[in-house]
């Protein structure tokens, strides 16, 4: 009875947060609709018993990029207002898109067919004296391990990009040149001044 209780609560209060993230115009509102979404899927995963998830969930997309998102959009101080002019012209097009995908979507659920004893396979049960998280990560450092390295060199790829594209070098701004400092000899590096007695140098 509780956990029903908590499954309709953090359900709800998940698809109202949902919607008010795209509906909201205040950017940071948005973003802190954002984090109560991030939250109750997480507080969802906890009562499926995928705690991992529910950890990644509120560590990852909570600690770090909501709230990396919501310092952002405060510092830059962007005018939302002038940046959405003229974006209903593109609602048409979007509803379409939308409408397109939701039509996919409900074909492929009401066409899936499930083989008999498909989900057997598919399932890695977690032995008695296991805990759930211990299963997982001996799953994913010892069987998965290599796919795992390459989704981390995946996203390692994928940073190092976004700095590049980010990237902007500046006129007129001084900056530390490594090589230059380190094959730079005596004569540039040390000027030697013969500076007379009762004379300053300038």
Avoid: C
Wanted: proline share 2%; hydrophobic share 60%; glycine share 8%.
């Amino acid at each position: 009875m509780l956990a029903a209780a908590a499954f309709y609560i953090l359900a709800a209060t998940g698809v109202i947060s949902a919607f008010m993230v795209v509906t909201s115009r205040n950017p940071v509102r948005a973003v802190l609709f954002l984090i109560v979404t991030f939250f109750s899927a997480a507080g969802l995963f906890v009562l499926l018993g995928a705690e991992f998830l529910a950890m990644i969930l509120v560590i990852v997309y909570v600690g770090a990029v909501a709230v990396l998102f919501l310092f952002v959009v405060m510092m830059l101080d962007i005018d939302f207002a002038t940046l959405k002019a003229g974006s209903t012209g593109y609602l048409p097009l979007g509803g379409l898109i939308a409408i397109v995908l939701a039509a996919q979507l409900a074909l492929v659920g009401f066409a899936w067919v499930s083989a008999d004893g498909a989900s057997v396979h598919f399932q890695a049960p977690t032995p008695d004296d296991t805990h759930n998280i211990a299963a997982l990560g001996a799953l994913i450092y010892d069987r998965y391990v290599l796919f795992f390295q390459l989704a981390g060199l995946v996203l390692l790829v994928a940073m190092m990009g976004a700095i590049v594209l980010t990237l902007r070098h500046r006129e007129g701004v001084k900056r530390q040149d490594m090589h230059r400092q380190v094959n730079r000899t005596r004569a540039e590096a040390v000027e030697v001044i013969d500076v007379k007695r009762g004379e300053g140098i300038g």
